[in-house]
């Protein structure tokens, strides 16, 4: 749900990266983080444990500027891949307005991108929400990887709704800027219609 405030002129739109865990969710943001200008770009928060895997979010404030007369600002949120945090990843939906699902390329992750696809699909049906109506994207990271999952076979696998999608190697800054304006682009686009 974009929140609009006519106030202070001001439209909020949530994204969420989601994945299964160790996917490059969080080195996304710490990627964008670190190429953003400090004009465009708010704090990053993260919380995670000493070994750097997330806990309950990381969190990055984003000012996309002005349209129409409104200032536009995006919160990026991760959620932990783990499986065990189901509650976490359930509760940062909550008021989401687009998403960048983050598949790994690695080829003992197959099984994982796809559990963690439908642990989307039914964690968005709670709040009344389905991956064939929100704006969303995929990204296939971790392209570098020794024996890379074929795209095209992940598209088959993980792309039934032919939704944008981008390779990447979120560490070295790879596919991160496209990805992110994708799923901008199609929220922006949903709030207009
Ligand atoms: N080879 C390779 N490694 C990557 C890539 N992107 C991220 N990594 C590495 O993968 C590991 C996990 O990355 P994170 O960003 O912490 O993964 P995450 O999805 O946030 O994991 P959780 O928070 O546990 O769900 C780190 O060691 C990253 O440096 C990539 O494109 N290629
Ligand atoms: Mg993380």
């Known amino acids: 749900m974009t929140t609009i405030n006519f106030g202070k002129r001001e439209i909020l739109c949530k994204i969420v990266y989601y994945g ?17 200008g400090d004009d465009v770009r708010g704090e990053l928060l993260t919380l995670a444990t000493e070994t750097e895997r997330t806990i309950f979010f990381d969190m990055m404030p984003l000012d996309l500027g002005e349209i129409e007369g409104f200032n536009v600002r995006f919160s990026l949120y991760t959620v932990p891949g783990q499986v065990q945090y189901v509650n976490s990843r359930k509760s940062i939906l909550n008021g989401v307005d687009g998403i960048i699902f983050v598949a790994d390329s690695s080829p003992s992750r197959w099984l994982a991108n796809t ?15 389905s991956l064939n109506t929100i704006p969303w994207v995929i990204q296939y990271n971790k392209r570098d ?34 990805t992110l304006r994708a799923v901008s682009q199609l929220v922006m686009e949903s709030f207009n219609n």
């Open 20 to 36: 299964p865990g160790l996917c490059g969710k969080t080195t996304n943001l710490v990627t964008l983080h670190r190429n953003l």
């Open 115 to 129: 559990e963690s696809l439908m642990d989307l699909s039914n964690n968005l049906a709670e709040y009344d929400l």
């Open 145 to 178: 990887v020794t024996g890379a999952l074929p795209v095209a076979a992940l598209e088959a696998e993980l792309n039934k709704w032919h939704v944008p999608s981008f390779e990447a190697v979120a560490n070295e800054g790879q596919g991160v800027n496209e």
